[in-house]
């Protein structure tokens, strides 16, 4: 699979900051199995992560994107059930610059000095030790959960500490670098989300086997922006901004499959996943797009 070899850091510099002023989108760090997803409501206040870091801070949780916009960018489309399809911008990491998975146990860290929030950076972060490369899960305690979580170091991370977070008043962090997602929990949908999933986990995967994603590369985060697809019908605006980043950060071949079906031309469709997968989307927004 073949990506545009430039990402131009000015263009995903404007990306990510269109994004972010954009309450509709949905963002995830971490990896396969476990992460932490972002997102706040229309009426939400949000101020900016302290330092001038470029995210989102809500009552909820807060969004650090820090060095996000050195990441190699990947966009593309997932086909899914019946005429369903997701869309995602991946931003990936070499798999070389990854570090190896931590110590299978909680450990105490110390001070949260990265906190979205000045004042949080009191709080001490205890890793919980999954099994992932591109990012850390955490958890961030104060006062009398703080034995709580020093009593529990040298142990596996298992249900029974998970369930236990949200009551020991807990923040968890998923956190890669200097970006970040946290978490106040107990957490709620739709909004901010913690993801722990210990089958998916086990499975060692850098990602769902649907991602297009190319090799030697790794997502950390993804911006998912708006589907076109809404209860109003087709939006053309959020079609045409999600095609913008394919174009220019999508594998240039299966950019190229896809815009020849949707111009009703008769194609071959290559004998791979990710082709079947983009004529699968191609056909379904060729529909809607002629319906609208």
Do not use: N
């Not at 899914?80 to 110590?103: E, K, N, T, V, Y």
């Not at 394919?246 to 020849?260: E, H, Q």
């Amino acid at each position: 699979m073949s990506v545009r070899p430039q990402a131009d850091a000015d263009a995903l510099r404007a990306v990510l900051r269109q994004a972010l002023a954009d309450p509709m989108p949905t963002w995830s760090l971490g990896g396969y199995g476990a992460g932490a997803t972002f997102r706040r409501d229309p009426d939400e206040p949000a101020d900016l992560p302290s330092d001038g870091r470029p995210g989102l801070v809500t009552p909820r949780g807060a969004l650090v994107l820090g060095e996000a916009d050195t990441l190699v960018p990947v966009a593309y489309e997932t086909a899914l059930g019946g005429d369903g399809w997701s869309q995602a911008l991946a931003l990936c990491r070499p798999l070389a610059l990854l570090p190896p998975c931590p110590d299978p146990v909680v450990s105490e860290l110390g001070p949260d000095d990265e906190a979205a929030r000045a004042d949080d950076r009191d709080g001490v972060l205890f890793c919980l030790g999954l099994p992932l490369r591109q990012a850390r899960l955490l958890a961030r305690v104060r006062g009398a959960a703080v034995p709580v979580l020093r009593a529990a170091c040298g142990h596996p991370a298992g249900a029974a500490l998970w369930a236990r977070l949200p009551g020991l008043g807990a923040v968890l962090v998923a956190a890669s670098g200097r970006a970040r997602i946290e978490i106040v929990l107990p957490d709620a949908h739709p909004g901010p989300r913690a993801l722990w999933f210990d089958k998916l986990l086990r499975q060692g995967r850098l990602h769902a086997a649907t991602a297009p994603i190319p090799a030697g590369l790794a997502p950390v985060i993804h911006l998912h922006p708006p589907h076109p697809l809404t209860e109003a019908g087709y939006d053309h605006g959020r079609h045409a901004a999600f095609q913008g980043l394919l174009a220019r950060w999508g594998d240039p071949t299966l950019v190229a499959l896809k815009t020849s079906i949707l111009a009703g031309e008769t194609v071959a469709v290559p004998d791979s996943r990710a082709a079947r997968a983009v004529a699968r989307v191609a056909q379904t927004q060729q529909k809607y797009l002629a319906l609208s």
